[in-house]
C-alpha cells in the first residue's frame, strides 16, 4: 500500500507504546524493534535474544547519547498459539525475528486499540492505563496518516 493510499483508506492511525515513549519517539521516530536496536547499536548475543525470541516482558535500552527507549513486549501472542498457526515448518522465531521485529504496528480504529489494551495481558499495567483513559494523548499515538508519512517517516513500514 502506498502511503497516500493509507491516508486516504484511514485518515487516523493507532498505535501503543510504552508510557514515556513521546520524547524518544519525537526525537527519532517511530521505530520497528530492529531499528531500535540498530540505533542503539546492540549487536551480538543480546540482540539475538531480543529479536529471536518472544519477549514476556518490556525491554528498556538507553546510552548517554541517545537516551531512553522500551521495546515493547509481545504478551498478546505466545509460542504455543504461534505454533499452532504457523505451516510449511515456519517456526514462532522465524516469525518473530523475520517479521514482527522489523515492522512498526498500527490499529486504524480506536475501538480496535481499545481491544487490544482490552487484552487480558494489558489489563492491570499502570503503563498502558492513560491511553485506555484517553486514546488521543500521546500514550497512545494518533498522528494522522499524513503525520505518520511525513513527520514519522515510516514509508517503508508501510509496505
Known amino acids: 500500500m502506498k502511503p497516500e493510499d493509507l491516508v486516504q483508506c484511514c485518515p487516523r492511525l493507532y498505535h501503543m507504546a510504552w508510557e514515556g515513549s513521546w520524547p524518544s519517539i519525537q526525537r527519532h521516530g517511530l521505530?520497528?524493534?530492529?531499528?531500535?536496536?540498530?540505533?542503539?547499536?546492540i549487536h551480538g548475543d543480546e540482540r539475538e535474544t531480543l529479536e529471536a525470541?518472544?519477549?514476556p516482558e518490556p525491554v528498556r535500552v538507553s546510552d548517554r547519547v541517545r537516551g531512553t527507549a522500551t521495546i515493547r513486549d509481545q504478551?498478546?501472542?505466545?509460542?504455543?498459539?504461534?505454533?499452532?498457526c504457523l505451516?510449511?515448518?515456519l517456526r514462532p522465531t522465524d516469525l518473530v525475528s523475520a517479521l514482527l521485529n522489523h515492522r512498526v504496528f498500527f490499529w486504524a480504529?480506536?475501538?480496535?486499540?481499545e481491544m487490544f489494551l482490552?487484552?487480558?495481558?494489558?489489563?492491570?499495567?499502570a503503563s498502558y492505563r492513560a491511553r485506555r483513559a484517553d486514546?488521543?494523548?500521546p500514550g497512545a499515538l494518533c498522528p494522522s496518516g499524513r503525520a505518520v508519512d511525513d513527520e514519522h517517516g515510516l514509508h517503508g513500514a508501510m509496505a
Open 31 to 41: 521505530l520497528s524493534t530492529a531499528a531500535l536496536l540498530d540505533l542503539f547499536e
Open 53 to 55: 525470541v518472544h519477549r
Open 75 to 84: 504478551k498478546p501472542m505466545s509460542e504455543a498459539g504461534l505454533r499452532r
Open 87 to 89: 505451516e510449511d515448518g
Open 109 to 113: 480504529t480506536a475501538e480496535r486499540l
Open 118 to 125: 482490552s487484552a487480558k495481558a494489558y489489563r492491570g499495567p
Open 135 to 137: 486514546p488521543t494523548v
